[in-house]
């Protein structure tokens, strides 16, 4: 996963974080991918993309180093709420013991919405309780997709009731909020941008949740954020108890009409129910973490991924030895081939341009001085063979060098 700086120098006193946030689908990487030269993946039919924290550097200006922070939504595909939530939160909280501050965030929602519901709801509310309301002054709410509108009118009566309305935008406008448009241009994206790189002397300072894991100490929890997301999952905990209750009555009256398949498909569906419910009441022991552990858990677990792709790209990658000997074999092969005199379509005489089997040594050897010459894996050919054994050596160890991972979780080149 990209992080800054690639030269792996430190982060300066003049880098701008901006982070982009949003639902599954809102376009955060079609935004990211305006802002940078780099290929951001794209999801299709709300299929997450974001796997953890990503950070992309903008090309849109030479003056500055400008960083876009990619999150995940809490409406991920992949992970459950509780795993998005440790993740942004262990990032932020490294950010700012590193002393590194976002300079702003770009919330991005889609326009297309007819009406502010479902995770879109729950998506915003998180933030809420992710920043603070001493954050919102810098903090774009920017609609997206006004292309895919049948007409601008459309878009402009929703963007009213967002505002307007006090629990979606409203309250977040009032504590200093902007309200902006992204047209899904370069130029349009390089504006947004544009607001916090001019105002990057006063940087948003700390979120509500820095604060409370890293200054407070507060376990994951006991965060604002963390009450949130336990209130939530005790509702679906409750929820999915009722669901319960129902099947127990449906089992009775199933088992009194002596109906063994009905009653075979209610418990089926009782036994899902259940095990949803030990993965909420998992996730909810889970919250009771600190912010050390979240982050120790994570670095370990980073370790875990580069052994693994360490050793996967060893297998993968041949060694000087195996491709010295692929080499060999192959010559023998031609030698033989050759000697029997039909490298050429020969008669069979030790003659592989068809005569009479007495060319001397030199001339049947000539196909064979080639052969070395060329990499069996690539195709090059080579004046010697110290230079083609020169080649395989450097592939090997090139392929090896290779065997590294990006980590997520590093801020200005360091491991954090």
């Not at 200093?176 to 448009?181: F, L, P, Y």
Request: with cysteine; aromatic share 8%.
């Amino acid at each position: 996963m990209p992080h800054p700086p690639t030269n792996g120098s430190q982060p300066q006193s003049s880098d701008v974080y901006i982070a982009v946030m949003g639902v599954t689908g809102s376009g955060k990487s079609t935004f990211i991918s305006k802002c940078t030269d780099q290929d951001v993946k794209i999801g299709h039919d709300l299929q997450s993309c974001t796997q953890g924290i990503g950070i992309y550097q903008s090309s849109l200006f030479s003056d500055k180093n400008v960083y876009l922070v990619d999150t995940p939504g809490f409406d991920d595909t992949s992970r459950t709420d509780k795993e998005v939530l440790k993740e942004i939160a262990t990032w932020l909280g490294k950010a700012y013991t590193d002393n590194i501050r976002l300079s702003g965030i770009i919330y991005l929602h889609r326009i297309t919405d007819t009406r502010m519901q479902g995770s879109a709801k729950k998506n915003l509310f998180m933030f809420n309780k992710l920043c603070g309301s001493g954050a919102l002054k810098r903090v774009i709410l920017a609609t997206t997709m006004w292309g895919n509108l049948a007409n601008e009118g459309i878009g402009v009566k929703r963007e009213k009731e967002l505002v307007e309305t006090e629990e979606f935008w409203g309250w977040m406008t009032r504590h200093g909020s902007q309200i902006k448009r992204h047209h899904d241009t370069k130029e349009s994206a390089k504006s947004l941008l544009q607001i916090f790189v001019s105002s990057s002397d006063t940087p948003m300072g700390k979120l509500k949740i820095q604060e409370e894991i890293v200054d407070r100490h507060k376990t994951l929890n006991q965060t604002s954020a963390g009450m949130e997301l336990d209130s939530a999952m005790a509702q679906e905990r409750e929820k999915f108890r009722k669901e319960i209750e129902e099947m127990k009555a449906e089992m009775k009256e199933a088992k009194a009409a002596r109906d063994l398949e009905a009653a075979k498909s209610i418990e089926e569906n009782r036994q899902e129910v259940l095990k949803k419910i030990k993965s909420l009441e998992r996730d909810r022991e889970d919250l009771k973490v600190s912010f050390e552990a979240m982050y120790k858990e994570r670095f370990a677990r980073l370790e875990e991924q580069f052994r693994e792709m360490k050793l996967e790209r060893e297998r993968s990658v041949p060694s000087i030895a195996t491709l010295a000997s692929a080499q060999r074999g192959n010559f023998q092969r031609r030698h033989n081939y050759s000697r029997s005199g039909n490298y050429y379509g020969g008669n069979g005489s030790g003659n592989y341009y068809g005569g009479n089997g007495r060319e001397n040594e030199r001339d049947y050897q000539r196909p064979i001085v080639n052969q070395w010459k060329t990499c069996l894996t690539c195709n090059e050919t080579f004046q010697s063979r110290n230079a083609l054994f020169s080649h395989l050596k450097e592939r090997e160890q090139a392929g090896r060098s290779n065997a590294t991972i990006k980590d997520p979780l590093s801020i200005g080149g360091r491991r954090v």
